[in-house]
């Protein structure tokens, strides 16, 4: 083992110090960005309780998957690192620390193929199957008051298999929890325009701001290839291959074919590809013994999430001040939601719960729209950052990400609303006003209300 404890280097303008740590030690090892592995936010024995008189008539949710594999892309990757990596040991450029690295990517790439690329790995069944569980134990008079009524559980995804894997697991957690369930659970289907929307015909102008938006293209230029990445991305680099070899990567002057396609990559693309992959593994712990710990001094993590952050702030949460292209699509959701709830009102459905299971750039825009805490705060003159933006995609869109809502009744047909966000008691937009100060009960038409542009 290379014996390197700790190593400084200058970040933000401040003097960091990087420690290492084994995988071993650490199950959720720090900033894995939108790749965080779920966690409750809050215990549901902490919430607040309803008003006198109210009752628990109906739940609905969105959450992303679960812990999944690397997707088709990430496959490229860890083929480039590893072939990056042979060469380094070709010629007699590997550190003590980088020898281990190349082992690992083989038995990586070995899992993946084992289990199948951008695949729900087990640590994701359990989340949903764990969330299900903790819904039922929520709502458990309610549920047993549908098993003895005969409503029913509806059961929705993208269509993607991960969204699919996502949907079964939830079921079972559900259905273990309460057998009687089992027959009230209707055959899943798939809605794309709900929960795969920004490919939709409806959102050309979603697909063009991707593809072609001057601004965007700027700002995560100004944002990911700034000096300090740079200079993050060398010394990262320089724990594992020698000096000459890394400044080979960064004057361009490495390349090598792969698919028949000459590849010359950089020191930046090569680090953040190491932080793709240190953040992909705790979501595959059940997968293999994985130590890129190792390789990602804490620092240097920190910093490439944050790059990773700002990239999914500006493609699928809030964005711009003064636009809403990145989340206006999530407006069928919300409808959805709402006219969910309509239907109790009109004594319409005979659903119990509705359940959604989708992507990250679902629930990100879906937020937004909701103006959420902590999940809508736009960038206006000055470029996203962590120290003028609460955006964090370990917060807005971790694995199993999920938005609930669970709805109550009084006998005179009130009906009062409350949202959870990662099982977080949460309040509304601010222009949303609960039924007392501090409380997080909603009235439905108050909601109606305040959400009426998005309706």
Not at 10 to 21: Q, R
Not at 309 to 330: H, S
Not at 424 to 441: L, N, R, V, Y
Request: glycine share 6%; hydrophobic share 35%.
């Amino acid at each position: 083992m290379f014996e390197l404890s700790r190593f400084t280097f200058i970040a933000l303008g401040v003097s960091l110090s990087i420690g290492f740590a084994q995988a071993d030690d650490i199950q959720n090892p720090p900033s894995l960005s939108s790749k965080t592995p779920y966690v409750a936010k809050e215990s549901w024995q902490n919430y607040q309780m309803p008003p006198s008189g109210y009752q628990l008539v109906f739940t609905e949710l969105v959450a992303r998957h679960g812990s999944r594999t690397s997707t088709s892309t990430g496959k490229k990757d860890i083929e480039r690192l590893y072939q990056i990596w042979l060469s380094a040991q070709e010629n007699g450029a590997l550190t003590p620390l980088g020898q281990q690295l190349g082992p690992q990517l083989l038995a990586l790439l070995a899992a993946h193929e084992k289990l199948g690329y951008g695949q729900l790995t087990q640590r994701g069944k359990v989340e949903h199957q764990q969330l299900a569980q903790r819904l039922y134990q929520r709502d458990e008079a309610l549920f047993l008051q549908a098993s003895q009524q005969g409503r029913k559980i509806s059961v929705w995804h993208s269509g993607r298999k991960r969204a699919k894997d996502s949907a079964k697991s939830f079921v079972a957690g559900l259905t273990q929890a309460q057998p009687a369930l089992s027959p009230l659970v209707l055959p899943a289907k798939t809605n794309k325009a709900q929960l795969y929307f920004p490919q939709a015909k409806e959102n050309v102008a979603y697909q063009k701001y991707l593809k072609h938006n001057k601004q965007l293209k700027n700002v995560l230029h100004q944002i990911i290839d700034q000096p300090n990445s740079h200079k993050i991305a060398m010394q990262t680099l320089k724990l594992l291959f020698s000096s000459s070899f890394v400044d080979r990567l960064q004057n361009r002057k490495y390349r090598f074919k792969m698919n028949g396609k000459v590849i010359k990559p950089d020191e930046l693309n090569t680090a953040r590809i190491l932080y793709e992959i240190y953040s992909i593994a705790p979501g595959m712990r059940d997968e293999g013994s994985w130590q890129f710990t190792s390789f990602m001094p804490k620092e240097s993590a920190q910093w490439f999430a944050y790059l990773n952050d700002a990239e999914e702030f500006y493609k699928k949460g809030p964005g711009f001040k003064g636009q809403n292209v990145t989340y206006q699509m999530a407006k069928p959701l919300l409808q959805d939601f709402f006219s969910s709830v309509q239907h109790l009102s009109d004594g319409a459905t005979p659903e119990v719960a509705r359940l959604r299971f989708t992507h990250a750039e679902i629930i990100a825009p879906f937020a937004a729209l909701l103006a959420l805490p902590g999940s809508d705060k736009q960038a206006s003159f000055f470029p996203y950052s962590e120290r003028n933006n609460p955006w964090r995609g370990a917060d807005v869109i971790p694995f199993t990400a999920n938005i609930q809502w669970d709805v109550y009744r009084d006998q005179q047909q009130h009906y009062l609303v409350r949202v959870l966000y990662n099982e977080q008691e949460t309040h509304f937009k601010t222009t949303c006003k609960p039924i007392a100060p501090g409380s997080f009960f909603y009235d439905f038409k108050e909601l109606q209300r305040c959400y009426q542009d998005a309706l």
